[in-house]
């Protein structure tokens, strides 16, 4: 089955895993509308507006911060624009993730984004939050509008058949 078709309304999480996957040269290519946040020279404004649309996008694509062995989709994120779309709105979700993000288990997978994938983030996006500067979460002392985790969302399923795709790359991907 085809997931994105000539004309789609296409959709993108922030995620390095996707830029490192080569995937955003490849939508390029293709005939729909590319919500491409990652093209030069885009204001944030304009990036606001993307992340809007993509709630009402035909297909959105995204990464994960952790995926369980038992296939639970961990995350956290700043905004919620991301986590939104992945639970409703677009018709098709992709998730692309690597080895890295595999882990045994809900509690082991938040380990990760704490230890791992926020601190990391919050240096990507330039965000002041102590595990920017430590490479620690300290969640006490971390608060608005610079918490870079303000939604946790668990996804162990969708209701709609065939609505979210989980493409598990055998290579570390991402943070």
């Known amino acids: 089955c085809n997931i994105i078709n000539d004309g789609d309304i296409v959709g993108l999480g ?10 955003i ?12 946040r990652y093209k030069e020279g885009i204001a944030k404004a304009e990036v606001d507006r993307m992340r809007t649309e993509g709630l009402l996008s035909d297909v959105f694509i995204t990464s994960t911060n952790a995926i369980t062995l038992d296939g639970k989709l961990v995350n956290q994120d700043g905004i919620g624009n991301r986590v939104a779309s992945m639970i409703y709105g677009p018709k098709k979700v992709i998730v692309i993730t690597g080895m890295n993000k595999v882990v045994p288990t809900v509690e082991d997978a938040i380990r990760r984004i704490r230890s791992i994938a926020a601190p990391l983030d919050s240096i990507r996006v330039a965000v002041e939050t102590p595990c920017h500067h430590t490479g620690i979460c300290n969640e006490s002392h971390c608060y608005p509008p610079n918490k870079i985790c303000s939604q946790q ?4 399923s969708s209701m709609i058949k065939d609505r979210i795709h989980v493409f598990l790359i055998n290579e570390n991907l991402g943070y």
């Open 14 to 23: 922030g995620s390095e895993t996707i830029l490192e996957s080569g995937l």
């Open 153 to 156: 969302v668990v996804i162990e």
């Open 25 to 36: 040269d490849e939508l390029r290519k293709l005939d729909i509308k590319l919500l491409d």
